[in-house]
Nanobody, 115 residues
Framework: QVQLVESGGGLVQAGGSLRLSCRAS????????MGWYRQAPGKQRELVAT???????DYADSVKGRFTISRDNGKNTVDLQMNSLKPEDTANYYC?????????WGQGTQVTVSS
C-alpha cells in the first residue's frame, strides 16, 4: 500500500501562483511515476503533469510553460509549481503514484482561480 498526502491548494487570483506538494509513504518502489491530475466539476479527470523517478517529465499542453513538476526521490515527494494561473485551472488536483501494476491516488486538494 502507498499513501499520498497532498497540500498547498487554495484560492488565488488569475495570474497568481500556487505550489502543490505531495508526500508518498508506505511500500514505495524506487522506479515509479508520480504526477498530478485534475478534475473540474462536470468534467473527466485529466493529466496535468507526470515525472518519473529518473526525472523525465510530461505535461498537458494546456499547462506547458506555466506549470513545473519536480520531485525529491529521497523524500518521496512531488511538487507542482503553478504560475500564471487561469480561471480554467480551477479544479480538484490529485496526486498519483504508479509502479508496475499498482497505482494510488491522493484525496485531492482544491485549487480555485478567480478572474
Amino acid at each position: 500500500q502507498v499513501q499520498l498526502v497532498e497540500s498547498g491548494g487554495g484560492l488565488v487570483q488569475a495570474g497568481g501562483s500556487l505550489r502543490l506538494s505531495c508526500r508518498a509513504s508506505g511500500n514505495i518502489i524506487s522506479l515509479n511515476v508520480m504526477g498530478w491530475y485534475r478534475q473540474a466539476p462536470g468534467k473527466q479527470r485529466e493529466l496535468v503533469a507526470t515525472i518519473t523517478s529518473l526525472h523525465s517529465t510530461d505535461y498537458a499542453d494546456s499547462v506547458k510553460g506555466r506549470f513545473t513538476i519536480s520531485r525529491d526521490n529521497g523524500k518521496n515527494t512531488v511538487d507542482l509549481q503553478m504560475n500564471s494561473l487561469k480561471p480554467e485551472d480551477t479544479a480538484n488536483y490529485y496526486c498519483h503514484y504508479r509502479a508496475y501494476a499498482s497505482d494510488y491516488w491522493g484525496q485531492g486538494t482544491q485549487v480555485t482561480v478567480s478572474s
